[in-house]
Nanobody
Framework: LRLRESGGGLVQTGGSLSLSCVAS????????TGWFRQVRGKEREEVAC???????TYLDSVKGRATMSRDNTKNMIYLHLNELKLEDSARYYC??????????????WGPGVEVTVSL
């Protein structure tokens, strides 16, 4: 399974961003999928996780601002994050877990995309 993210970049506080991730090599249908983020030198955070039954969890700091979705027919997952804050700046990674659990621990990772939120 290979994952590749797209989206991100430089956005202003209060704005929104949309990230996409396409999977290849295997179908995501049986996986839990989601998004992690990490700031260099800090612990990574699981931003969102969705099992294949639709059960979804969000990091407390993004609840109410984040929406994760997946399209198994296209083998893609998405993250939309609005009301962006400076602390949302991080490298965002698309992740898939064959155990179909949230939080994810036995994971496949994409290379990540950088998100920078500025004033």
């Amino acid at each position: 399974l290979r994952l590749r993210e797209s989206g991100g970049g430089l956005v202003q506080t209060g704005g929104s961003l949309s990230l996409s991730c396409v999977a290849s090599g295997e179908t995501l249908e049986s996986y839990s999928t989601g998004w992690f983020r990490q700031v260099r030198g800090k612990e990574r955070e699981e931003v969102a996780c969705m099992r294949n039954d639709g059960f979804t969890t969000y990091l407390d700091s993004v609840k109410g601002r984040a929406t994760m979705s997946r399209d198994n027919t296209k083998n893609m997952i998405y993250l939309h994050l609005n009301e962006l804050k400076l602390e949302d700046s991080a490298r965002y990674y698309c992740v898939a877990d064959p155990r179909n659990e949230c939080p994810m621990t036995d994971d496949y990772w994409g290379p990540g995309v950088e998100v920078t939120v500025s004033l």
